[in-house]
């Protein structure tokens, strides 16, 4: 077509579609929930947008009408794709657990808003198995689940580094106030921080609270200017009494920088944080040597070879920084898990290899616990090799063995026999261990 003789209504189409396609990112990577301000501002907008195609008149001709449907179209797509990131269940599950450290901060914030520390132990446990649990949250790749997920995490782990910070020694004080005037403004300034924390730590959660982040932001550095401004006389002590607090200061208008900084960044997409790219590295190399040795048509050379170089895997994730950051830690530890499984069926192999070459009389019981971990060898190999979700049938056959092997186990009978129980026990523990490695292989988790 023509574009210079183009039809003004197809013309005033193709404008809308690129204000809506400009729309695009922030529909895909919205985090929030239905009645958060985001939500509804980008509904309005393409709830008009939708209004403003239907109201193109096509003037009864085809290619008019068939413009006006692509458009309506793709706005409509971006609707639903916002609705389902608002509403999708594991976006709902995110905010329960929210919920639920709110709730446990609201009990627990009157110490601070008081200027003491009376964190029970239970506290801390608490937050740190919410954590734990938003960790745990399975985003299958999708933008707006993870970062959901990161600012959460990043609020309540916050939250975590300021109750650890007021159960730590507070700064000492370390002359009378009759020393000096200036020991005297100093204790003063510490116990508005102590409070601070408090305050802090509500807006952080969003629970009740009459401050806002910029008022807290100006009282702080309002203490900081308090403090740069006393005379402290050369004193060293004092001087080094004045510099913890102006610590304690500015690490509290770190946490107020969090809510913009998680809006500026991409720092909830861990695709390209550097230990995550580490974690990667040995898992490509583990993988190698996995295929390696399940392809091999002399296992038993490869042994001592691979186990060295699973040794070393281990070491480098050993020394792979978490940042503080949990989703960091739990994608280490599946990779720690990875190797360590690749290790074990190996030391089984080795152990079954070994057997064979003996030929001593055995318990019956004890040839019958050897028997089930020849046939649980077999079963980890497959496991190893498995990549596939829960609801495959491969992954329900597997489980399957794995249970009947946990029932033979469960029918041998020692007789009394310590070496026979010991053997079983450690067969039971095996096979539990390939069970829950499977799970993990297939429960879609990602960083």
Same mark, same amino acid.
């Given at each position: 077509?023509?574009?210079?003789?183009?039809?003004?209504?197809?013309?005033?189409?193709?404008?809308?579609?690129?204000?809506?396609?400009?729309?695009?990112?922030?529909?895909?990577?919205?985090?929030?929930?239905?009645?958060?301000?985001?939500?509804?501002?980008?509904?309005?907008?393409?709830?008009?947008?939708?209004?403003?195609?239907?109201?193109?008149?096509?003037?009864?001709?085809?290619?008019?009408?068939?413009?006006?449907?692509?458009?309506?179209?793709?706005?409509?797509?971006?609707?639903?794709?916002?609705?389902?990131?608002?509403?999708?269940?594991?976006?709902?599950?995110?905010?329960?657990?929210?919920?639920?450290?709110?709730?446990?901060?609201?009990?627990?914030?009157?110490?601070?808003?008081?200027?003491?520390?009376?964190?029970?132990?239970?506290?801390?446990?608490?937050?740190?198995?919410?954590?734990?649990?938003?960790?745990?949250?399975?985003?299958?790749?999708?933008?707006?689940?993870?970062?959901?997920?990161?600012?959460?995490?990043?609020?309540?782990?916050?939250?975590?580094?300021?109750?650890?910070?007021?159960?730590?020694?507070?700064?000492?004080?370390?002359?009378?106030?009759?020393?000096?005037?200036?020991?005297?403004?100093?204790?003063?300034?510490?116990?508005?921080?102590?409070?601070?924390?408090?305050?802090?730590?509500?807006?952080?959660?969003?629970?009740?609270?009459?401050?806002?982040?910029?008022?807290?932001?100006?009282? *702080?550095? !309002?203490?900081?200017?308090? #403090? $740069?401004?006393?005379? +402290?006389?050369?004193?060293?002590? @004092? %001087?080094?009494? /004045? &510099?913890?607090?102006?610590?304690?200061?500015?690490?509290?208008?770190?946490?107020?920088?969090?809510?913009?900084?998680?809006?500026?960044?991409?720092?909830?997409?861990?695709?390209?944080?550097?230990?995550?790219?580490?974690?990667?590295?040995?898992?490509?190399?583990?993988?190698?040597?996995?295929?390696?040795?399940?392809?091999?048509?002399?296992?038993?050379?490869?042994?001592?070879?691979?186990?060295?170089? *699973?040794? !070393?895997?281990?070491?480098? #994730? $050993?020394?792979?920084? +978490?940042?503080?950051?949990?989703? @960091? %830690?739990?994608? /280490? &530890?599946?990779?720690?898990?990875?190797?360590?499984?690749?290790?074990?069926?190996?030391?089984?192999?080795?152990?079954?290899?070994?057997?064979?070459?003996?030929?001593?009389?055995?318990?019956?019981?004890?040839?019958?616990?050897?028997?089930?971990?020849?046939?649980?060898?077999?079963?980890?190999?497959?496991?190893?090799?498995?990549?596939?979700?829960?609801?495959?049938?491969?992954?329900?056959?597997?489980?399957?063995?794995?249970?009947?092997?946990? #029932?033979?186990?469960?029918? +041998?009978?020692?007789?009394?026999?310590? %070496?026979?129980?010991?053997?079983?026990?450690?067969?039971?523990?095996?096979?539990?261990?390939?069970?829950?490695?499977?799970?993990?292989?297939?429960?879609?988790?990602?960083?």
């Amino acid at each position: 077509m023509d574009m210079g003789n183009q039809h003004p209504a197809i013309s005033r189409l193709q404008e809308i579609q690129k204000e809506v396609k400009a729309l695009e990112p922030q529909v895909t990577c919205f985090s929030g929930l239905p009645d958060d301000k985001g939500y509804k501002r980008l509904e309005r907008i393409l709830t008009k947008q939708l209004f403003e195609i239907d109201s193109v008149d096509t003037e009864g001709r085809g290619d008019v009408q068939q413009a006006r449907k692509r458009a309506a179209q793709e706005t409509e797509r971006l609707l639903k794709e916002l609705e389902q990131n608002a509403h999708h269940p594991r976006r709902l599950e995110i905010q329960a657990i929210f919920k639920e450290a709110q709730t446990l901060v609201e009990a627990n914030l009157v110490p601070f808003h008081s200027g003491g520390s009376a964190v029970t132990q239970e506290f801390e446990e608490a937050i740190q198995d919410i954590i734990l649990r938003l960790t745990h949250v399975k985003t299958g790749g999708k933008v707006s689940l993870r970062k959901a997920r990161y600012h959460t995490l990043t609020r309540i782990c916050a939250v975590q580094e300021v109750i650890e910070d007021c159960m730590k020694q507070q700064p000492s004080l370390p002359l009378s106030e009759d020393t000096h005037p200036s020991v005297a403004k100093i204790n003063a300034v510490m116990c508005e921080v102590n409070k601070a924390r408090g305050t802090l730590i509500a807006l952080l959660m969003g629970v009740s609270c009459s401050e806002t982040c910029r008022h807290l932001s100006c009282v *702080l550095s !309002g203490m900081l200017a308090d #403090l $740069d401004a006393l005379d +402290v006389c050369g004193r060293t002590e @004092i %001087r080094n009494y /004045r &510099r913890e607090v102006v610590e304690d200061i500015n690490k509290l208008l770190k946490y107020l920088d969090l809510e913009e900084e998680a809006d500026t960044t991409h720092a909830f997409d861990l695709g390209q944080n550097h230990s995550i790219l580490q974690i990667e590295k040995v898992l490509r190399r583990m993988k190698v040597v996995k295929t390696e040795l399940l392809q091999a048509p002399n296992p038993p050379e490869l042994y001592l070879s691979c186990k060295t170089e *699973l040794q !070393g895997l281990i070491g480098q #994730l $050993d020394e792979v920084s +978490v940042e503080k950051n949990p989703c @960091i %830690r739990e994608a /280490r &530890r599946r990779a720690v898990i990875e190797v360590q499984t690749l290790m074990t069926f190996i030391d089984l192999k080795e152990a079954l290899e070994k057997r064979k070459q003996l030929a001593c009389k055995e318990h019956p019981s004890h040839r019958a616990v050897w028997r089930v971990l020849g046939h649980l060898a077999e079963i980890q190999g497959e496991v190893l090799s498995f990549d596939g979700k829960r609801s495959d049938k491969n992954y329900i056959r597997l489980e399957e063995l794995l249970t009947k092997q946990l #029932l033979a186990l469960d029918a +041998v009978d020692a007789q009394g026999e310590e %070496r026979c129980k010991a053997a079983r026990k450690q067969a039971v523990k095996l096979a539990q261990n390939i069970l829950s490695y499977l799970d993990l292989k297939s429960d879609e988790w990602e960083y």
